[in-house]
């Protein structure tokens, strides 16, 4: 069967159309976020319970009001899997047991920020992992603490100025540290699906969360999160920027079936990054009052090299930027 | 002598950049000052305020500034917020100042606080003329140091620039914003500030004149009831949908991070003018541009 054949996602046009939250919530206008748990709600239907580490999308929560429909279960930041497992474990049990019918069965989906996944929760992820439990993992990707100000985590991208690593005599180009490459950390668990999303490539997401959706056991996603406030650029141009980082490479979209990792979308010429990091305010510092050529050249060349290894691993043509 | 200034404002507008403006521009004149901001967990766009103490004594109090003498409201749609409650307190003879482009009078608040005096000005209008941005941290800090009277031009500007430096603003927009300073003293005048000790608490303000519309229980407990909370309050710009332009995409309703769009039967799109927070991101990816954008003009 071809792609094609396999997901009722064709074209934008095949979005479903019932929204599962509702306006009105307290986060940021433009929250790129926002748009990625309203993205992964519709393929999963009504049905769910999320469980929510602390953090941004916690704040879409403001008592009494709030925007979803489903149910909601907050918790610490370190232990929104294992949180899950007591859902999903009391679903079991109580339909096990006839105390609920089958069909009233939900599914359990975590959502955090990077904060949580990369950071604070990733024992807990990696033992919901271990233990094989059946769940969704919905990492929204901001690259940073953004609940409180947008300090560094350990998947801000080097170069970025956060309200931590902000540029100083001695450490001008921002955080120097590079981003932990959690899809490769979750890969070395072996789960059956783990995918990288944007809410730029709609099709693409939908069509990953329905992949996943038909699998058992753990199904992790990070989606890149374009967050208005802390990257510094006008919420109108949320979905441009998630797009510019993709077509840069230095946010790729890949899927691992069972372990076997596969691009999603080849962009046959990579665009400079100084294309995308020249649009947002936490990159100024590189290019004003003097432009940090060093730093910049350190990201593309990061970039390159995981291009050229795609190139390789995945027998395609890439053309690279300034080789 | 103690003047006690409380701003209100929305997150992203610069409440309290203002309150640490004005601080710094009266301790340039040689008075003591506290400035501080509060806000709670929400984001861009929710209620902040912010305060600033100036004194030629000392500042023992702390705090939230519950009986102000001057209060500047930055957006207007914050008068009859239940959250930001900015008329609560505001001292007999106290001056409210309200960021409005309507030339309204306010009517409805002087006629529950005769002797409060009104001040409006559209500094909105301004800081996107002369800055090109919504931001208006420096336009209302010029504003309250022109009311209150303490302050010369000339400490109002250093205070600009130092507090705009500090943010790591780049010397083009500071200078924007000292221009906008200096247009906004220019235009207003000072308010002789006789307030008295007695402050009105919030129980002498009408109650529907902050309240709005009741929540009830039912509300509370349903499920999706966040557009209960009408955050179309939040935009600057409104987008307008036309409909002969519209091809039924979906684009928009696809990209829309609030939910805010639904399809009508033609599969186009329909905004929901109480809950759109304004991000424009509908307005920007609409293929054939079928989207136009208004400036909202609120009336209170
Ligand atoms: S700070 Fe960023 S991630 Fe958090 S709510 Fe605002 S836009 Fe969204
Ligand atoms: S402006 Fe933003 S919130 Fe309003 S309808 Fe458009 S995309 Fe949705
Ligand atoms: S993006 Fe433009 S053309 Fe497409 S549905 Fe929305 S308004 Fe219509």
Redesign the pocket.
Known sequence: MTVEQQTRFRTLKDIPTPDYMSPGGSLCAGCGGLLAVRLFHKVLGPNLVWVNAAGCLTVMVNYPYVPLKSNWLYTAFASAPAGAQGVRDAFDILIQKGKIPAEEDVKVVVLTGDGGAYDIGLQSTSGAMYRNLDFYYLCYDNQAYGNTGFQVSSATPIGSATATTPPTPSEPGGNMFKRKDLFEIWRAHKPPYIATLSSSFAVDFLRKVEKGSKMKGPKLFISLAGCPTGWGYDPRETIREEKLAVDTGIWPLKEAVNGEVKHTYLPRALKPVEEYLSTQARYEHLFRPTKRTEVIRMIQNDVNNYWKMVSKDENVEIRLVGE | MMIRVRFHGRGGQGAKTASRILGTAAFNEGLNVQDSPVYGAERRGAPVAAFTRISDGEVLERGYVFDPDVVMVMDSTLLDNPTARPLDGIRRRGVLFVNSQTGSSFHGIQTARPDIRVATFDLTGEALSLVGKAVISSATAAAAARIIGLVTDGSLEKAIRSELEELGLNDELIEKNVTLGRKVFASLEPVELSTDEYFVRSGLVPFELIMGERTGTEEITSAGNSNAVKTGSWRIFKPI?DYNK????????AYCPESALTLRGDY??VIDEDNCKGCLI?YR????K??TLEKEVREF
Do not use: G, L
């Not at chain 2, 519209?246 to 309703?253: D, G, K, R």
């Not at chain 2, 990816?285 to 054939?288: I, Q, T």
């Open positions: 949908i519209c091809t039924a995409c979906m684009v928009c309703f186009k799109p509908c990816e609409c293929p054939p079928a989207i």
